[in-house]
């Protein structure tokens, strides 16, 4: 049931505002914080946006509600961290693989290593995996919101990424499809953790299964670069 005291998120059209009250954490408070955090994104994953209470968020962390408005002003402000702060797609991201003078392979393993260390947190990864999902099909506008604040620029990144390193200029259509192809490489260990783990358990098994994908895909999607700069040398 929505809580009286907090207006519901809005729809795509409107996302919702970051919370004037929120407040930096302390030192001292940064593990409340985070408890709360990781307690909200389960229960907001589990249950959804308007069925989740700031009481009950709280109970469960061990925390009281006052903890809720001091760290993150209100519930609005409370989800939109849970949703944002353990996106996989941020400015860091985009700056490690997009630094001046890496080589392709060094670029790639940087955007898989971004991309994939959130697999490396166990249970917390899976709930955020299922906010994302349940803000996608129940939407606040966040998601929009991350689509054009996050996802876009990073995209935008590595496709100007490839485009150097393929000595293309303006980046065309078969670009962007590439593009599309290396992303899909992380997308699927990452989205679909539950086939991984049926068909081979021990590829999820721990930081150093996941730290093996990632060197693999960076290989994986260096070959693909390396066959489409063939491609375009044959057609030339």
């Known amino acids: 049931m929505t809580e009286q005291n907090t207006p519901p998120l809005t729809t795509r ?9 929120a407040r930096k954490p302390r030192s001292d408070g940064e593990q409340s914080r985070q408890r709360l955090l990781q307690t909200a994104i389960r229960l907001f994953a589990e249950r959804g946006y308007a ?28 989800y939109r961290a849970a949703f944002t702060e353990r996106s996989p797609v941020h ?12 080589t ?13 260390a ?6 917390l990864a899976q709930s955020c995996l299922r906010l994302w999902f349940r803000e996608m099909l129940e939407p606040t506008g966040l998601w929009a919101e991350e689509i054009d604040q996050g996802i876009k620029p990073a995209f935008g990144a ?3 990424l490839l485009a ?8 065309d259509d ?3 499809r590439l593009a599309f192809g290396v992303v899909g490489l992380g997308l699927q260990p990452m989205l679909t953790p539950d086939v991984v783990l049926a068909v081979r358990p021990q590829l999820l098994d721990g930081a150093a299964a996941i730290d093996a994908w990632t060197t693999r895909l960076a290989g994986y999607a260096e070959a693909m670069v390396g066959f489409e700069r063939i491609r375009r040398q044959e057609q030339a």
């Open 13 to 21: 059209a409107a996302p919702v505002p970051a919370p004037a009250e």
């Open 104 to 116: 392709l392979r060094q670029a790639l393993q940087f955007f898989y290593d971004e991309l994939l």
């Open 158 to 160: 590595l496709a100007a």
């Open 51 to 78: 069925n989740a209470s700031t009481r009950e968020i709280a109970l469960a962390a061990g925390a009281n509600s006052a903890s809720i408005r001091y760290y993150f002003g209100d519930k609005a402000g409370l």
């Open 91 to 102: 400015d860091k991201s985009a700056q490690l693989f997009a630094q001046p003078g890496l």
């Open 174 to 176: 078969d670009l962007y």
């Open 118 to 123: 959130q697999m490396k947190q166990g249970e």
């Open 164 to 171: 150097r390193h393929l000595d293309i200029d303006p980046a």
